[in-house]
Nanobody
Framework: VQLQASGGGLVQAGGSLRLSCAAS????????MAWFRQAPGKEREFVAS????????YYADPVKGRFTISRDNAKNTVYLQMNNLKPEDTAVYSC??????????????????WGQGTLVTVSS
């Protein structure tokens, strides 16, 4: 599985961005998908995840109510809609996949497949 994240950029606080994660090489519909982020000087942290069917979603507390994870299995793509962005959301965002559909996991060690990351910068 190869994952390609895109959609990052520079946005003012309060703005929105939508990240995309396109998969190739294997169909993703049986995989749990997740987004993680890593801010400068900090460890990578969980942002959101979704089961393969989309019936279960999980969010980190700092993004709950502002970010929405979704997927289009027909397009083999996962999205992260980010609204009301804050400067503390500035980070490199990476998508990840787990073929065992363990969407409940917030540990990056659960996810074997990773995209290269896309930078999101939120100015105050």
């Amino acid at each position: 599985v190869q994952l390609q994240a895109s959609g990052g950029g520079l946005v003012q606080a309060g703005g929105s961005l939508r990240l995309s994660c396109a998969a190739s090489g294997r169909i993703l519909y049986t995989y749990a998908m997740a987004w993680f982020r890593q801010a400068p000087g900090k460890e990578r942290e969980f942002v959101a995840s979704m089961s393969w069917s989309g019936d279960r979603t999980y969010y980190a507390d700092p993004v709950k109510g502002r970010f929405t994870i979704s997927r289009d299995n027909a397009k083999n793509t996962v999205y992260l809609q980010m609204n009301n962005l804050k400067p503390e959301d500035t980070a490199v965002y990476s998508c990840a996949a787990d073929r065992r559909n363990r969407a409940y996991s917030r540990s990056d060690s659960t996810y074997a497949y990773w995209g290269q990351g896309t930078l999101v910068t939120v100015s105050s």
